[in-house]
């Protein structure tokens, strides 16, 4: 069974940073792509970034320049680096990945979101 287990979150006063991290645990044999996407209360959730195993990174325009997405390979994890935070950034955040199991099947899996609070 794969897990994503996610952790960062926090209140953070407006122009401030967080790091989110989530690591990627179980039974894969290859990770695809890994992103964070965020839902806002009463917004559909929406993409802030991804990367794939290569590096190639995507970013929504409403975070260019602020947050930057990175992964290490061999842990099968991936950080989000928030900084000069806003309050419309406030969300809770969730950890996606595609990747493929021993079987060669392509899953994606979700994790369980980790809340973002941007306030004074």
């Known amino acids: 069974q794969v897990q994503l287990v996610e952790s960062g979150g926090g209140l953070v006063q407006p122009g401030g940073s967080l790091r989110l991290s989530c690591a990627a645990s179980?039974?894969?044999?290859?990770?695809?792509?890994m992103g964070w996407y965020r839902q806002a209360p009463g917004k559909q959730r929406e993409l802030v970034a991804t990367?794939?195993?290569?590096?190639?990174?995507n970013y929504a325009d409403s975070v260019k320049g602020r947050f930057t997405i990175s992964r290490d390979n061999a842990k099968n994890t991936m950080w989000l680096q928030m900084n000069r935070l806003k309050p419309e950034d406030t969300a809770v955040y969730y950890c996606?990945?595609?990747?493929?199991?021993?079987?060669?099947?392509?899953?994606?899996?979700w994790g369980q979101g980790t809340l973002v609070t941007v306030s004074s």
């Open positions: 996606n990945t595609v990747y493929s199991d021993y079987a060669r099947r392509t899953l994606q899996l």
């Open positions: 990367i794939t195993s290569g590096g190639t990174t």
């Open positions: 179980g039974s894969i044999f290859s990770i695809y792509v």
